[in-house]
């Protein structure tokens, strides 16, 4: 019997199984006596085999928390339980070494003893974005079915992508519902409520891993829930009707929606199509700061909120689980007790955990390790994309090697509802001045984060030149608008998109040789105009009316015959006619924002 099937018989943590051994310094598993693994009679010459079940060790390291062959669900009840005797207090366990007479020594493997490719667990899938980033940057044994058991899994139809692609940027929406799941949690959230989406972070991850946005979304904005197809217990589907004017929080738990429904209204409000979910409740948490050890984090002044029953005197603390979430959730501790300030906090601690989670003392203990792929699973909702741990695996090779002094918090911006009277604000609205151009850098994967020069350079350098080639395109005389000639197709925009474009070029520009084509025969991403070589002035004069980037121009290899129209295709970027495509390269000035790496004590 493994380390986990022994821990799963006995009640017993199998991460208590690993102890330090002071004859030799060394942690090694210890398994209760058994015939098959007892220790040899006083006199018997010791030999040296390597014990089934035991970790190989690395010297003066701590070995994984799961050294042993991973288990399967059922395994504890599929094997008799055999008898055992206490270990004697003098030898924490069996020594690499001991054994039974008559087995030849265990060959060392190819490598030496396993060193620091052993001393790291995979923990993947964690029930919060910081489980997630930590999860990809270590390697190791996973014990796959127990693990695959504890996610929940839900089936969100076309409502996402259906899977994140390596060579493109990665979106992921987390999701805080405050239902009143798990025990103690009875007096958090709304009574009886399904729950809402309390706490929701869109996460972008840049094309080349190498930085990412979480964007925090405020619950209480004012917004369209698009309708939503979801998939009922009975496998059946029902449309839930669309909804104006409400609240963000209500996409999900309300009227029956799933978090599928909470990725469309994403989709709608920011114009990005998220790839996949992750949602939590109360319990994460809870759980997750306690399987760490308690997360460090920082008040500027004494807290006494009734409220949230979180008390703290000045200065830092360690939180874990329940104190962690009074520390999430207090909204009258801090700032001017609004939601706004709120989502600060909660960015904070966050990154405070993510630093936590990623620091040596979590990343070489086994208890820690072990706890942490427990708590995180049994937290965590997703959507079939990556419903198994073995696709939670390959998302977070995607993020193993991001640093987090490239991850940057910062908030969706918004203004109070202008509709709601005076000293009665409950609601906000976005506030486009800022929201738009900070949209507008996550869907053309600009970082927010200010990396360094250096680590830049070589991909600057290369970006520059494609660049610079497709920019080229722009450069050189414009035709005049009454000699262009352009057929409008709609793959991907708002629908009536290419009707609303030709009217707004023959009556605001003087494009008067356009024509509707409607749909488009395929979808894309991105706006695409299409010309002949010697069309390069008509494409010139429309894409700087159009405001298109220069990669959205496409240049064929022969001319056109005359009175040839070009052929613009409108893309799933396309917000309307007149607004630029091209994304800026500049946060808007004094949006919120907050580095993962930098620890910043609540105001």
């Known amino acids: 019997m493994d380390a986990q ?35 040899p009679p006083a006199g018997t010459p010791r030999r040296r085999p390597a014990p089934r079940g035991a970790a190989p060790s690395s010297r003066g390291a701590a070995p994984s928390a799961r050294g042993a062959v991973p288990s399967s669900r059922g395994a504890a009840a599929a094997s008799p339980k055999a008898p055992s005797t206490a270990p004697s207090p003098a030898v924490p366990g069996p ?37 997630l980033l930590v999860g990809g940057s270590l390697a190791g044994y996973l014990y796959y079915d127990h693990l695959n058991g504890n996610l929940r899994v839900t089936d969100v139809g076309d409502a996402g992508t259906g899977g994140f692609k390596k060579d493109q940027p990665i979106n992921i929406l987390v999701i805080g519902t405050d239902k009143r799941s798990g025990a103690g949690n009875e ?24 930085n990412a946005t979480a964007l925090s979304i405020p619950r209480d904005l004012i917004t369209n829930i698009p309708a939503c ?103 009258h501790a801090f700032g001017n007790e609004s939601d706004l300030d709120r989502i600060k906090t909660q960015q904070q601690f966050l990154g405070s955990m993510m630093r936590e989670m990623k620091s040596k003392e979590t990343l070489t203990s086994p208890k820690k390790f072990f706890s942490l792929a427990e708590a995180a699973t049994k937290s965590l909702a997703v ?14 090779g995607e993020l193993k090697d991001m640093n987090l002094k490239n991850v940057t918090f910062t908030t969706l911006p918004v203004l109070d509802n202008p509709n709601e009277p005076a ?17 507008q850098m996550i869907r053309g994967d600009v970082s927010l984060t200010e990396v360094e020069k250096k680590e830049q350079a070589a991909k600057d350098a290369a970006d520059a030149d494609a660049k610079a080639k497709q920019d080229a395109l722009l450069q050189g005389p414009r035709a005049a ?54 069309q390069a002035d008509q494409a010139r004069a429309l894409a700087e009316m159009m405001g298109l980037p220069g990669s959205a121009l496409k240049m064929g290899s022969a001319d056109a015959a005359p009175r040839t129209p070009m052929k613009l295709t409108l893309g799933a970027d396309f917000k309307g006619p007149g607004i630029s495509m091209t994304a800026p390269q500049k946060a808007p000035e004094d949006i919120q924002r907050v580095e993962a790496d930098k620890a910043i004590c609540a105001k």
């Open 5 to 39: 099937s022994r821990g799963r018989a006995d009640e017993i943590d199998p991460a208590d199984q690993w102890v330090l051994n002071p004859r030799t310094g060394n942690y090694e598993l210890r398994l209760d006596r058994s015939g098959a693994q007892g220790q």
């Open 95 to 131: 020594r690499r070494g001991d054994g039974p007479p008559g087995r030849r020594t265990g060959r060392p493997r190819k490598g030496g003893g396993g060193g620091s490719r052993r001393r790291r667990v995979l923990v993947i899938g964690g029930g919060t974005l910081a489980f």
């Open 187 to 210: 007096g958090y959230g709304d009574s009886g409520s399904v729950g809402h989406a309390d706490t929701t972070i869109l996460f972008h991850v840049s094309k080349d891993r190498s």
């Open 229 to 331: 197809p979801t998939k009922q217990p009975d496998g059946s589907m029902k449309t839930i009707p669309g909804q104006k004017g409400t609240r963000f929080n209500t996409s999900l738990g309300q009227e029956g929606r799933d978090p599928g429904c909470t990725m469309r209204t994403v989709k709608e409000l920011t114009g990005i199509t998220v790839d996949h979910f992750m949602m939590v409740d109360f319990n994460a948490v809870k759980v997750l700061s306690t399987a760490v050890g308690g997360v460090p984090v920082c008040v500027e002044k004494p807290v006494d909120d009734k409220d949230s029953k979180l008390k703290l005197d000045a200065g830092e603390h360690r939180l874990q689980g329940e104190d962690a979430l009074a520390f999430v959730r207090t909204r």
């Open 383 to 396: 959507d079939s994309g990556i419903g198994s741990i073995d696709k939670l695996t390959k998302l977070a």
């Open 423 to 439: 000293g009665k604000k409950a609601t906000v609205v976005l506030n486009p001045a800022q929201a738009d151009p900070l949209l």
């Open 481 to 534: 608008a009454r000699d262009v000639r352009v057929d409008i197709y709609n793959g991907g925009g708002p629908s009536g998109s290419a009707s609303t474009t030709l009217t707004w070029l023959q009556n605001t520009k003087g494009v008067a040789k356009a024509g509707n084509q409607g749909n488009a025969p395929a979808k894309l991403e991105a706006t695409q105009l299409e010309y002949a070589p010697n």
